[in-house]
């Protein structure tokens, strides 16, 4: 009775009143839904208190890892050609003109170790590249096949391929400010957060969230201002972007791709399904009306609340005009039933008794379906959790505009008898039931075998995040990673980092010449070698004090131990750490392992530009620590994450 009195002596005698609330409170939303936002970076995945996020971040601040983007070239000439040769030194040279790019890795630039192998002492003082004068390509080419460092990595197994590396300048801000936020969030977690500290985290997160959509829209230009670039190389060669910064950027445009298509498309698939059905136009707008205002009113709320849209929840327009066409649904075939039944009741009595029958089965339904979605907060996955907090407002709205406006739209229009030619011809209802009176037992039976069936399926349903499998075959993204996938050591990256122990250090004089010359392990050009180390000892020394004492062989082995297993890995591709530093020592040192003096040789003296590449990304000398890249070959169809990183952690 009291819901009853409410629709008659409120929203069915001012309605409208009722409609000009609507109209204003939508367009109101409407207007908040231009502050709805898409995020497509890494921190929509996981929860703010991850423990793994944490890490990685303390991690990623440890080791030198700039962000940058990867161009994978594949000409149709030989790659040690004068003309690839020119065609990357000139793309090189373009993309060094952009605002963003620092530097561009490629085969004219890494450092040649083995080209020829030269003694230590003098390869540190004049590294080679490509570039370098009197090169030989023959040992070059010989050297990006074979050596640990650029195999399968800088060039393709079959020397066609080769990937240029876009590093892109290190956005100190955003460090700065998202170590601040995480700083003061931690302490109001903790309870600790002092008055003015909330107020500078008010700030921080305001100016946090408005650099970081700054700097989207110059990534953004920037990837286009690389993709022209690119076009203009293109021809026979095949060129495809990668990197993480690109396929952010893609993905925004994806996720916005996907709100108009799936939301116009359903829209148009739920009209000409309407005009089927009910064939009346007033069957046809007024859901078409509901639906649109419950979208547009939901969407202005995520705005308001700064809720972003993200690839998880980038249905959920189509998913609310689904779920708000049931529910008007509903309220259709209830007003045209009563009007068949009773058609001495006017408009006013047949839109009430609708309502009013209407409310506790439907909003039962809703509860059921939020109930649903509320699940999801549990999931622990963040853009799963905020998906299910956005439909569970999404329903609660749509119930909420589909019982205002459906009666209060109804009562500016006369009557409605219903057209019932389509139940005539097509009574699918008595067509089911006749079926289901004749054929009780079999369906039955067929029921009951076929929950069997689902249950042993169900038993066997495995679940995989295939990174690759997100895109089209036809999209550049797709390409690009099955070309690195597949060519260049695999796409997924997955860090694993040894914390060494302690160890005691006998700190001892540095041993003279003579004295290793005594031991009979050394030739005269190991003795040349020596006594060009021994003018560094004194330099070493003052630059890195212990940094010669840190490279012990026990630590080396078990770096070592670990590179091989994970590069024994059926799964993995691409593995880089100092381990790799070493191979390539060993080989250069005549086939004997770099003492600890020669390494830290190396540490301190090798330049800059050399040292990112090779050392700076894989040892922290200063944390007694190291770190393993292995790259995951996300294209294999037989990959189980899951059970390999269980596995990795059970064997190490």
């Not at 690389?226 to 996720?255: N, P, Q, S, W």
């Amino acid at each position: 009775m009291l819901l009853r009195s409410f629709y008659d002596q409120i929203i069915l005698k001012y309605s409208k009143t009722v409609l000009l609330l609507i109209l204003l409170g939508v367009a109101f939303l409407g207007y908040e839904a231009r502050k709805l936002e898409i995020d497509a970076s890494s921190e929509t995945l996981l929860l703010e208190d991850d423990k793994d996020l944490e890490y990685t971040r303390l991690i990623n601040q440890r080791y030198f890892t700039p962000d940058f983007l990867v161009i994978s070239y594949t000409p149709s000439d030989d790659l040690l050609s004068d003309r690839v040769l020119g065609t990357i030194r000139s793309m090189s040279q373009d993309l060094l003109k952009l605002k963003r790019v620092e530097s561009v890795t490629s085969i004219l630039n890494v450092p040649l170790l083995e080209s020829p192998p030269k003694p230590i002492a003098e390869l540190i003082e004049n590294v080679p590249t490509l570039e370098s004068p009197n090169i030989d390509k023959e040992l070059a080419k010989k050297e990006f096949l074979n050596s640990p460092i650029y195999q399968d990595n800088l060039v393709s197994e079959d020397f066609k391929t080769t990937a240029l590396l876009v590093n892109l300048h290190d956005d100190h801000r955003n460090r700065e400010l998202r170590e601040r936020r995480d700083a003061l969030r931690a302490k109001e977690k903790n309870g600790t957060l002092t008055t003015e500290e909330e107020v500078e985290f008010q700030k921080v997160q305001v100016d946090y969230k408005a650099h970081r959509d700054m700097m989207r829209a110059v990534e953004s230009e920037n990837v286009a201002e690389v993709r022209a670039i690119l076009d203009r190389y293109r021809g026979e060669d095949k060129l495809f972007l990668g990197g993480l910064t690109m396929i952010a950027d893609d993905l925004v445009t994806f996720i916005k791709n996907d709100l108009q298509i799936f939301g116009v498309g359903v829209l148009i698939f739920l009209i000409v399904t309407l005009s089927f059905i009910f064939r009346q136009l007033r069957w046809v707008v007024l859901p078409v009306l509901t639906c649109s205002f419950s979208v547009v009113a939901t969407t202005g709320l995520l705005g308001m609340f700064g809720w972003e849209v993200t690839v998880i929840s980038s249905n959920f327009i189509s998913l609310q005009l689904i779920i708000t066409m049931a529910i008007t649904i509903h309220l259709i075939v209830r007003y045209r039933e009563l009007a068949r039944t009773h058609p001495e009741k006017d408009q006013h009595e047949l839109v009430l008794d609708t309502v009013v029958f209407m409310a506790l089965p439907c909003l039962y339904a809703v509860l059921t379906t939020v109930a649903g979605f509320s699940s999801l907060i549990l999931s622990g996955i963040l853009p799963v959790i905020n998906f299910g907090w956005m439909m569970s407002a999404g329903v609660s709205v749509s119930l909420l505009m589909t019982f205002l406006l459906f009666p209060a739209l109804q009562l500016q229009m006369n009557k409605l008898m219903p057209d019932l030619s389509f139940e005539n011809r097509y009574s699918l209802t008595l067509v089911f039931s006749r079926f289901t009176d004749r054929y009780g037992n079999g369906i039955l039976w067929f029921s009951g075998l076929l929950l069997l069936v689902s249950v042993v399926g169900g038993t066997r349903l495995m679940v995989e995040n295939s990174f690759i499998d997100y895109f089209k075959e036809s999209t550049e993204i797709y390409q690009g990673l099955k070309v690195i996938d597949q060519k260049l050591g695999g796409t997924t990256t997955l860090d694993v980092v040894l914390n060494f122990e302690e160890e005691e250090v006998e700190e001892v004089e540095d041993e003279p010449v003579e004295e290793h010359e005594s031991e009979g392990d050394l030739n005269e050009e190991e003795d040349e070698d020596l006594e060009d180390f021994s003018d560094l000892e004194e330099e070493i020394a003052e630059e890195e004090e212990g940094a010669q004492y840190w490279f012990t062989t026990n630590r080396m082995e078990q770096l070592e131990a670990l590179h091989n297993y994970l590069d024994g890995l059926p799964e993995t591709g691409k593995v880089l750490s100092l381990a790799t530093l070493l191979k390539v020592g060993k080989t250069i040192n005549d086939g004997k392992p770099l003492d600890n003096f020669m390494l830290a040789l190396v540490y301190n003296e090798l330049p800059e530009e050399f040292r990112k590449i090779i050392l700076s990304p894989y040892v922290s000398v200063e944390n007694n620590q190291a770190r393993v890249s292995v790259r995951i070959r996300d294209s294999q169809p037989d990959l189980r994450r899951n059970e390999l990183i269980k596995k990795i952690r059970r064997e190490l």
